[in-house]
């Protein structure tokens, strides 16, 4: 008896020792501060929640002649028609209290949009009361509780400095001066750029038609002259002396030796050339006989 | 060995012209209508002469569910109190008066239940013509004499429901 006892209280008290539970439970009444909720503020928030059962009750108050239908319904969450909806038809009826209850497959409480209890005709509702009954499974989410089963052991993660360039001042010093190089040198390149352009125009103007009228005033001539000596090198428009220029330059005659190295190698060629030669020669004396 | 020849087509005989069976057919009806008591009465004292059940009296009036399975088959016969099944000895007259009525319905056909309801002496009949829950409410007053008080003690009286098949 005694090692049985102490077999339950090892079990008990085993760390790996796990447990889920089925929660049961209603809500308070929904249509206690009027005929519209929304079922966010009337479910309570577990993980996994389901909502198995309805029940409603609330008096008609009407005249017996008169018609009248009373909707007690939910919507889906998405909009997209109703997951519940009983209508209760008074027409023609005397007015009394209802009450009707509801069983669900266990619905997850995700898909219940807003609730109502609608009448279309004459007559008024009063006293209504909505409950709803519902489910739950502690363990829905393994991680909720060490002793669910499924549970795991969260890892720790160190905790990492991360490291910013972008926070750093040198590099941002470095980031800094090339941002600034690249400005510079941008700078050189749009005035590289003009002054080509300017260069360009110079010449276009200068090489261009006589018969443009721009050149032929002499005034506007001057300007253009004057504004192309100073963008183009003078070689581009400085007058180049006419008249033959004669070679001043006179080599002395006579043969250049070759070195003996290559003495050797000519002569070596040479008679291999020499020998192909007379062999082509001989062939074509002896086809010829 | 004669006897034996004779004994033998006899048993035989005997078993022939006496086999029989008895064959049993067992059929259990579960009741389609089911009573409730789910409120019990509770009589209130307002005036020394008067034992009442309404609540701005102090009095609980009883609250009875009928519960049918299939339309049209039962009908319901409440009758309210029209003595005390226990109470102190008394030597006077007490008028009785009670009433019955259709509280609560699991279905809006049942709401003409009481239009629909014959009365006579103290019953309440009513024919169940639609299934589900109907929930009945009972009220009760017993004046005793005149103006006659109570003697004290404990009063006790019975509301009787019935479910009768038609």
């Known amino acids: ?289 | 060995m004669m006897n034996f020849k004779l004994v033998v087509p006899l048993a035989t005989s005997l078993l022939a012209t006496g086999a029989h069976a008895n064959t049993e057919i067992i059929g259990n009806v579960d009741s389609k209508c089911i009573i409730v008591s789910e409120t019990p009465g509770v009589y209130g004292n307002p005036n020394p002469y008067q034992l009442t059940t309404a609540p701005t009296s102090g009095g609980v009036k009883p609250i009875i569910r009928y519960d049918v399975l299939v339309a049209d088959y039962y009908k319901a016969v409440i009758d309210h109190p029209i003595e005390f099944s226990s109470a102190p000895s008394l030597d006077d007259v007490v008028n009785w008066t009670g009433d019955v009525t259709v509280s609560e319905v699991s279905d809006t056909n049942m709401s003409d239940y009481d239009t629909n309801k014959v009365e006579y002496n103290n019953s309440h009949e009513y024919e169940l013509t639609v299934s589900g829950s109907t929930w009945f409410t009972v009220s009760s007053t017993a004046d005793y004499g005149s103006t006659k008080s109570f003697p004290a003690g404990t009063y006790t009286a019975v509301v009787e429901a019935e479910c009768i098949p038609l």
Request: aromatic letters at 10%.
């Open chain 1, 1 to 289: 008896m005694k090692k049985l006892l102490w077999a339950v209280a090892l079990l008990l008290l085993w760390p790996s020792y796990s447990y889920s539970e089925e929660v049961y439970g209603s809500t308070n009444n929904a249509a206690q501060t009027g005929l519209n909720w929304v079922m966010t503020n009337i479910l309570p928030e577990f993980a996994g929640l389901e909502v198995n059962g309805l029940v409603y009750q609330y008096t008609a108050v009407k005249d017996p002649e008169t018609d009248m239908i009373v909707y007690v319904q939910n919507e889906y969450a998405d909009g997209n028609g109703y997951i519940f909806r009983n209508a209760d038809d008074w027409s023609g009826l005397p007015g009394n209290t209802i009450n009707k209850a509801f069983v669900f497959p266990n619905l997850s409480a995700e898909l219940w949009g807003p609730g109502s209890i609608e009448v279309d005709g004459e007559g008024s509702v009063v006293d209504p009361s909505v409950i709803y009954t519902y489910k739950y499974d502690t363990c829905f989410d393994p991680q909720a509780d060490p002793s669910c089963p499924g549970y795991e052991e969260p890892v720790v993660v160190p905790e990492i400095e991360i490291y910013d360039p972008l926070q750093d001042d040198l590099v941002l010093e470095q980031l800094e001066q090339k941002a600034q190089l690249d400005q510079e040198e941008e700078e050189e390149d749009r005035k590289r750029r003009q002054r080509e352009n300017a260069i360009q125009n110079a010449l276009e103007n200068l090489l261009s038609d006589g018969g443009n009228p721009g050149l032929i005033d002499p005034v506007a001539e001057a300007l253009a002259l004057a504004l192309t000596s100073k963008v183009l090198p003078t070689t581009y428009y400085g007058t180049i002396e006419g008249g033959e220029y004669l070679e001043s330059l006179v080599l002395d005659g006579g043969d250049i030796q070759d070195n003996r190295k290559a003495r050797r190698s000519n002569l070596a060629q040479q008679l291999l050339h020499q020998q192909m030669v007379n062999s082509q020669y001989e062939l074509n004396q002896q086809e010829t006989k």
